[in-house]
């Protein structure tokens, strides 16, 4: 599962991985709090800034989980955070 987003200071575009960090945590489906788990990225990749792009890019390798629900976190370096929700199929 690609994972792709753009993080602004104002009207600056922040392109520096260390100001990002990631987190996921298996959730109920029907809630928003969980259990943090591990997450772990695809082929050996890892989060990186795409300059071609203008994207944050991390390759989530989602557990095989069917029907279990995972909330992702990006937090940066000020303490900013916003979550995603996935269910698994």
Do not use: H
Not at 4 to 9: G, I, L, N, P, S
Not at 28 to 56: F, K, N, W
């Amino acid at each position: 599962m690609p994972l792709k987003f753009e993080v602004f200071a104002g009207p600056t575009e922040l392109t520096d991985t260390s100001i990002v960090s990631l987190s996921a945590a298996r959730v109920t489906c029907t809630a928003d709090e969980g259990d943090p788990i591990d997450l772990v990225s695809t082929g050996g990749t890892s989060l990186r800034y795409d300059s071609v792009a203008g994207q944050y890019i991390f390759n989530w390798q989602t557990p095989r989980a069917p029907g279990q629900c995972y909330r992702i976190t990006l937090t940066t370096q000020d303490s900013s955070s916003i979550s995603a929700f996935f269910k698994l199929k």
